[in-house]
């Protein structure tokens, strides 16, 4: 299995996870940087594949970092998925 079968860059930033906007506010144009609202500023998606792995495994993922960060408060920060 490739990486590439559980995402796919994202389509509507075209993977850099901004959408250039330009607001014009009187004769001043704004040049605006807002994230990405399709992909929410990552720069990609995740295939219906990706979706169902992350599923199963995100349980397994989310234990295996508390494990290695047990004794640090913010490990449940880590993965805020
Ligand atoms: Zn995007």
């Given at each position: 299995m490739l990486i590439s079968d559980l995402k796919k860059t994202c389509n509507e930033c075209e993977g850099s996870g901004y959408i250039a906007g330009l607001k014009e506010l009187g004769t001043i144009q704004i040049n605006l940087r807002q994230s990405?609202?399709?992909?929410s500023g990552k720069g990609f998606n995740l295939t219906e594949l990706g979706q169902e792995f992350w599923k199963l495994y995100k349980p397994m993922i989310q234990n295996l970092i508390k494990n290695s960060f047990?004794?640090?408060?913010e490990c449940s920060d880590v993965f805020d998925l």
């Amino acid at each position: 299995m490739l990486i590439s079968d559980l995402k796919k860059t994202c389509n509507e930033c075209e993977g850099s996870g901004y959408i250039a906007g330009l607001k014009e506010l009187g004769t001043i144009q704004i040049n605006l940087r807002q994230s990405c609202h399709v992909c929410s500023g990552k720069g990609f998606n995740l295939t219906e594949l990706g979706q169902e792995f992350w599923k199963l495994y995100k349980p397994m993922i989310q234990n295996l970092i508390k494990n290695s960060f047990q004794n640090k408060s913010e490990c449940s920060d880590v993965f805020d998925l």
